[in-house]
C-alpha cells in the first residue's frame, strides 16, 4: 500500500511541475505581451525579491540547509545572475514562445560545446553525434520562422541568451565545487545581493518618468489590477517551480525527470501556437521534432555517460565524492528549475 502510496505522490509531484513550469513561461509572455510591461530589469528585480523570500522559505522548513558564504565570493554570482536571468527575459519579451523554448533546448548542447573550446573536454563520438542534431533542428527551427527572419535584434537576444546561460551554467557548477556549496545553498546566498544590484540598474536602464510619468515609463505605466496579479503569479510561479523540482528529484529517476522535461517543452511550444499565435509551419515542426529527438538523445548519452563514471569510480581503490540524482540532472534544468537542484 505504501508503495502505491508514494507512486501517486510522485505522479502528483510531476504533474505539479509540468503544470508550474509551464505556467510561468506563459506568465511571463502574458506580462511582456497582453499587459505591455515591458520593463524587463523591474520584472527581474520583482522575481528576484520572490526567489530570496521563497528560498528563505525553503530553507527554513528544510527542504535544504544554508551555507554562510563570504560577501566577496558571492557578488560576481550576483552579477552572472542578473545578467542571465535579464537575457532571458529580454528574449521571451522579444521573441516568440517557442523561439525562446527552442533556445533554451540549445543550452545544453552549449554547455558541452563551450566545454570543448574552454576546457578541451572530448566527448564520446555518440555525444557530438546527439549535438550536431539538436544544432540541425535549432537551425532549420529558427530559419524557417518568418518571425525570427525579420527580427534581427531578437535572433541577436535569443542567441546571447543562450550562450550566457551556458556559460553561467559551467561557472556556478565550478564555483559549487570551490565554495563545497549546492546550487540552492548559492542561490539563497547571492539573492540579497542581486536584489540590491537590480535596485540600482533599474533607474537607470529603465524609463523611470521620475519628472514626467507619462505612458511607456515604470512610474507611468498604468497598473491595472489584472496586470498586478500577473506579475505576482509569474513570480510565485518561480517559487512553485523550485518546490516542485525538490519533490519531483526526491522521488522520481533520472530518466523520468528528463522525460517529463520533454514533455513540458512540448507543452510550452503547443502554448506559443495556442495562446500566443505562434506560427508554425511544416518545416518549422520538423525543425523542432528533430532538435527535440537530438536533445533526447543527448541527454540520454550524458546521463549514461555519467553514471558508468560513477559505477567505475565505486570500484577504484579510492573513490571520489559520488553525485546525487540532482547533480546528474543539473546540466538539463531551465534556469528555474536548476536553482532548486
Known sequence: ???KTNGYLA????LFN???????????????SFFNFKFVFALTLIHTIFTWAGMSLLACVGFFLPKRIPAHQLLPLAIGYIGYIVLCNLSLNLNSVGFYQIMKVAVAPSVL?????????IPSLMVVCSVVVVCAGVTVATV??????????????GIAATLITALYQIWVGSKQKELDANS????LAYTPQATL?????????????????????????????QCILAIAISAILGVLVS??????????SSLSYNIIGHFKTVIILSGGVLFFDDITSWKRFAGICVAMAGIGWYTQMTIMGSTQSLSQGSKSPSPGPLKTKAELLAPFLPETERAAA
Open 1 to 3: 500500500m505504501s508503495g
Open 144 to 157: 524557417t520562422d518568418p518571425v525570427v527572419v525579420k527580427n534581427s535584434s531578437g535572433l541577436f537576444v
Open 243 to 252: 518546490l516542485s523540482t525538490f519533490l519531483v528529484i526526491g522521488s522520481t
Open 184 to 187: 540552492s545553498q548559492l542561490l
Open 113 to 121: 560545446l563551450l566545454e570543448i573550446v574552454m576546457f578541451h573536454k
Open 197 to 225: 544590484l537590480l535596485s540600482v540598474l533599474v533607474p537607470i536602464f529603465e524609463p523611470m518618468g521620475w519628472r514626467d510619468q507619462e505612458e511607456g515609463t515604470l512610474l507611468g505605466f498604468t497598473y491595472t489590477f
Open 18 to 32: 509540468i503544470i508550474v513550469a509551464s505556467a510561468i513561461v506563459f506568465a511571463n509572455k502574458a506580462v511582456f
Open 11 to 14: 505522479a502528483l509531484y510531476c
